[in-house]
């Protein structure tokens, strides 16, 4: 029985993912942005363990998130699925971005980290310029693409840790529209096996996956030049650095 911590487990895909791993008999802590969510997370997902809330658009409420979750012990895995899309592009850059590398970095180092990503990364550019600006022309794709660089650099720095990256298609969620054509139980099936699975398909790091299977990816997140001066921005917008 794993250990996991969902971030953006309120609805959508980390819902689904939450619900998924209890009925498989994980213990799971969710993640929501408020109390009120929080409470409506807890009444929708009723076996969790707990509910754990903060912004993740402001820094000082990630690191108290960081903070919480350490004090509730060592997780065996953590999965960063929290995400906006259609917001202001500094919103983007904060939640997609900022947040994952922050929690990254304060929460005790677990097992396994998975980082949703997105296909429309392979549209993104990492403008690492634009992040001394506070992400002001990041956009969703852009995003995208540097939370999977953040898995890259986390895979090369940690080898003892299972880092990995996750596209779950475009699938019917409420961020996705209910137009949207992929399989919805295929979207979130591979993070949740990720963070758990002994199949040694799911033992592995520095990867990108699409409906568990490894997929083309942009081979710009794995520039480790690149990877150092993204690691260097994040340290000067948070405060907070990466442990080696």
Known sequence: ?????????????????AKLLIEQGHRVVLHARNAERGREAMKNIPGAEAVLTGDLSSIEETKKLAEHVNQLGIFDAVIHNAGVYQVSASLIFSVNTIAPYTLTCLIQKPQRLIYLSSGMHLQGHSKLDELKRKG???SYSDSKLLVLMLSMAVARKWPDV???????????????????????????????????????????????FHHQKESRYNTEADNTLLQEKFLTLCKEITGVSFPQ
């Open 136 to 138: 002001s022309g990041v």
């Open 162 to 208: 299972y880092s990995n990256a996750v596209d779950p298609g475009w699938v019917p969620t409420k961020m996705g529209g209910p137009g949207a054509p992929d399989d919805l139980q295929k979207g979130f099936e591979t993070q949740a096996w990720l963070a758990v699975s002994n199949d040694d398909k799911a033992k592995v790091s520095g990867r990108y």
């Open 1 to 17: 029985m794993a250990r996991i911590f969902i971030t953006g487990s309120a609805d959508g895909l980390g819902q689904l993912c």
